[in-house]
């Protein structure tokens, strides 16, 4: 997603397929609402095969800081060129950048925390009980939506979180009561903490950002997210110390594999990261973090297909599935409701969307231009 995005930018590849799907794109006119939910379902696309590449890393006896360290340094790179590339230089990026003020602070705390608490969360405690605790940032995000924004979630965005957080304890809770693994029970209370601490940056990272895109819209948080995944880089550095080298850290195989395998895991977390911060302009925190949960199940179908004989559980497969029905169900009703009124449907709060109703030719809106010209420059 990320490299496609900077080779279009850098004119590489328009002519062969990005030309005709970008005129596509601008013939549909979507409205934000489409383009916010597109991005971030590419996004967590891109991202699912992080549990595929880390389980590869592991098995072959890379260690867990060793692998933070490399992946959110090259994801950081990454997401860097494509902030560059797309505002027009590196002066313009710092530009963009400090107009956000003092919000780049707590945007870039946020972002690295988030990625620290999770991976000390999976050293104190069970990974369902990581996932579990950390997929509660969806009630975080609506919590604070409402607080910092009042943006009250539509109704049948509400009841499609309820029923996604219980699919979540489906494939989770079951790890949970059955887990074997032998943890001191106070550092598996920390571990809990953390978890519960990973939702809540992973929350207040979607809500500075949509705070940002609402009061300073010209200011460019891709750059915040750069540097949050660099934080995050050199946090797993220090822990690593000495074992930052892949063969130091205990990888038992050829090189080549674990940079290959690394840089490609490095693309999945830049797709997110810059979806992360594009997203929340067109859409809610509690949507955004809604289609994020497709990733709870998405990863498991990777592993399966590189690893026949880890099948999921029978609790994975139905809360699975049900997560999957519950987010097409989410999309899908909107556009009936717009059909049966005979309108475009409304955005989750009327604050960045376009206004509909005026003439087409019309190009003053929050969101930015609606036309052919606006849609191709924005992708």
């Known amino acids: 997603f990320a490299p496609i995005i900077v080779a279009q930018q850098l004119g590489f590849i328009r002519r062969l397929a990005l030309t005709p799907l970008m ?12 383009k916010g939910r597109l991005i971030a379902l ?66 870039v705390l946020a972002h690295s925390a988030g990625d620290a608490f999770f991976t000390l969360s999976l050293v104190f405690t069970s990974a369902a009980n990581t ?10 995000a609506a919590i604070l939506g409402l607080i910092f924004l009042g943006e009250r979630p539509p109704a049948h965005t509400f009841m499609a979180c309820v029923v996604a957080l219980c699919a979540v304890l489906v494939i989770f809770l079951p790890d949970v009561f059955d887990a074997k693994e032998e943890v001191d029970g106070s550092l598996q209370i920390w571990g809990n903490i953390f978890g519960l601490a990973t939702g809540m940056c992973w929350a207040s990272s979607l809500t500075i950002v949509r705070i940002v895109s609402i009061r300073i819209p010209e200011a460019e948080m891709t750059a915040v997210a ?33 940079w290959l395998v690394t840089a490609i895991d490095a693309i999945g977390l830049a797709a997110l990261f810059t979806g992360f911060c594009l997203a929340p302009k067109f859409i809610t925190g509690p949507e955004i973090a809604l289609i994020f949960l497709l990733e709870v199940a998405l990863g498991p179908l990777w592993v399966v297909l590189a690893y026949p004989d880890k099948m999921p559980s029978n609790w994975t497969l139905l809360g699975g599935a049900l997560l999957i029905g519950t987010l097409a169900l989410h999309e899908l009703m909107p556009l009936t409701l717009s059909r049966r009124r005979g309108s475009p449907s409304p955005s989750a709060d009327g604050k960045l969307s376009a206004v509909e109703d005026k003439a ?20």
């Not at 095969?49 to 992946?71: E, I, N, R, T």
């Not at 996932?131 to 975080?140: G, I, S, Y």
């Not at 949050?228 to 195989?253: C, K, N």
């Open 226 to 258: 750069a540097l949050g995944a660099l934080s995050s880089g050199l946090l797993g550095a220090v822990g690593a110390g000495d074992e930052i080298y892949p063969l130091a850290s205990g990888f038992r195989g050829p090189l080549w594999q674990f």
């Open 23 to 34: 005129s596509w794109l601008a013939m549909t006119a979507m409205s934000p609402q489409t």
């Open 131 to 140: 996932l579990l605790f950390a997929n509660l940032n969806v009630l975080w």
């Open 360 to 379: 087409s030719g019309e190009k003053g809106m929050e969101c930015g231009v609606v036309g052919p010209e606006a849609i191709d420059v924005e992708f």
């Open 42 to 107: 590419a996004s967590i696309v891109a991202v699912s095969p992080d549990s595929l590449c880390v389980k590869f890393l592991s098995d072959a006896g890379a260690g867990a800081f060793c692998l933070l360290a490399w992946k959110m340094l090259f994801a950081s790179a990454l997401i860097g060129l494509y902030t560059v590339i797309s505002v027009g230089g590196c002066g313009t990026m710092l530009s963009k950048l400090l107009r956000a003020g003092w919000w780049v602070l707590p945007g």
